[in-house]
């Protein structure tokens, strides 16, 4: 059984950085992508990055473009988001999530998080002003 875990979240002053990791306990990852999204009380889960397993396409949501890096360690199964130039606006609970890979990828959104199947409970990243 796939079971996605985030870690890596923690306090940071504006300006700084932290890297979150998420791994896979399961077997070797068969799915299509791995995306990061987060989430504030009251708002809906916001898109963050996501990368596709197999090439390493990177997908970026406007809010964090040009400040954040998804990557990849296949070899491994783990997945990384290297966030700088950390903002206030940027606290929230941040999710890994991936796909089971079932199904063509052709036209998939994976800027939504219905693209995906598997999710970690997630780990919070606060940003002081």
């Known amino acids: 059984q796939v079971r996605v875990v985030e870690s890596g979240g923690g306090l940071v002053q504006a300006g700084g950085s932290l890297r979150l990791s998420c791994a896979d306990s399961?077997?070797?990852?068969?799915?299509?992508?791995m995306a990061w999204f987060r989430q504030t009380p009251g708002k809906e889960r916001e898109f963050v990055a996501a990368?596709?397993?197999?090439?390493?396409?990177?997908y970026y949501g406007d809010a964090v473009n040009g400040r954040f890096t998804i990557s990849r360690d296949v070899a491994k199964n783990v997945g990384f988001l290297q966030m700088n130039s950390l903002k206030p606006e940027d606290t929230a609970i941040y999710y890994c999530a991936r796909d089971s890979g079932m199904g063509p990828p052709t036209n998939r959104r994976w800027y939504s998080a219905s693209s995906y199947d598997y999710w970690g409970q997630g780990t919070q990243v606060t940003v002081s002003s």
């Open positions: 990368i596709l397993w197999s090439g390493g396409t990177k």
């Open positions: 399961g077997r070797s990852f068969s799915g299509y992508a």
